[in-house]
């Protein structure tokens, strides 16, 4: 298999039938397009995601507590606590550990999350740090979302702008390099995205204003998100391609980086909305008042595929393949 995530086909035929065994208070099973885990706690359900941090080791701290309380934002639900597993590799300093905690527990008091356990090792079995962290959140049963009430005609919206964390990744490992072919405006810019990376705030206000569904923006990028949304729902979604926000300091940015699709590129920090278009004029609305742009840049449909309207042509989503970030995090390497 090639590096980067597995592919979802790879999930279906091999992962998820290995997977026997529920319990009658677990709420679902893994499947495409949903973040979470959910266990019946009574009047609430616990929401829970882990996630690994791989593509960068860029302020690795601060990506590992956002990438995981994401997910848990996804179901509408406040992130409350974080398990955190550390593997480091030969030759790491007590220094490096303790700046990647510092990290952490400064995004954890800003999120009011606690970091509650864990574990850490040196071990060989790495080359650089490896996180993995899991994000337990809860949320009342009655404010739960509904994806099974996504209907044709309701609005897909996104938050903020498509290849947020490429973007930022590529501007921070390619830094010198840059500095050649961007202005320091530019890449000002560009170096402050990581203040957007959290998809918190617009989660919760967004079930707070009748969301039925909801992902957040990774690996695949908004094409990858938009297919695998499809999926989750089981109904079709057409988005028109010139009403994706993207950054002009993001479009000069990848002039540089030929071949690379801003709407493939991870883009953590950015979220897919669905929700019944009346609702979504108060909620974009509110949104705004916070400093959060939210941007409708489609429908459902009757269809059960997922369609990129660009002009007059339109093509049919297919199962995103590896992110364009690890093609583009060779570019400068010869």
């Not at 409350?80 to 593997?87: A, F, I, Q």
Request: aromatic share 4%; net charge negative; glycine share 8%.
């Amino acid at each position: 298999m090639k590096i980067g995530k597995v592919p979802n086909s790879v999930l279906q035929q091999v992962v998820f039938p290995a997977l026997k065994h529920k319990r009658d208070d677990i709420w679902g099973m893994p499947s495409i397009g949903e973040d979470t885990a959910k266990i019946d706690f009574g009047e609430e359900l616990c929401i829970l995601s882990v996630d690994p941090i791989t593509g960068t080791s860029r302020d690795i701290g601060k990506l590992a507590v956002h990438i995981s309380c994401n997910d848990i934002a996804t179901a509408g639900a406040e992130p409350v606590g974080l398990l955190v597993t550390m593997l480091l590799p030969e030759g790491t300093t007590e220094e490096m550990l303790f700046d990647i905690m510092k990290q952490m527990n400064g995004e954890c008091e800003k999120l009011n999350v606690s970091i509650i356990g864990g574990h850490t090792e040196v071990t060989n079995a790495v080359n650089r740090i490896t996180l993995i962290t899991t994000a337990i959140g809860r949320i009342s049963k009655s404010n739960r979302l509904r994806t099974e009430d996504v209907k044709a005609g309701d609005v897909v919206l996104m938050s903020k702008w498509a290849a947020l964390e490429g973007s930022w990744i590529l501007s921070a490992e390619h830094k010198s390099e840059l500095e050649k072919l961007l202005s320091a405006d530019d890449r000002a810019k560009l170096s402050m995205l990581d203040e957007h990376i959290s998809v918190v705030k617009e989660g919760i206000l967004a079930v707070r204003h009748g969301a039925k569904y909801m992902h957040d923006i990774t690996e695949g990028g908004l094409l990858g998100a938009i297919w695998e949304a499809s999926e989750a729902t089981g109904r079709g979604i057409e988005i028109v391609k010139d009403s994706i926000p993207i950054l002009d300091e993001t479009k000069r940015l990848l002039d540089h980086y030929p071949g690379v699709d801003p709407l493939q590129l991870i883009s953590s920090g950015s979220m897919i909305i669905i929700m019944d278009s009346k609702d979504s004029d108060g909620f974009i609305a509110k949104a705004n008042e916070v400093g959060i742009n939210i941007t409708p840049i489609g429908k459902v449909t009757d269809g059960s595929e997922a369609i990129l309207l660009d002009g007059a042509c339109s093509s049919t989503l297919s199962e995103p393949d590896v992110d364009a970030l690890y093609a583009a995090l060779k570019r400068f390497s010869n």
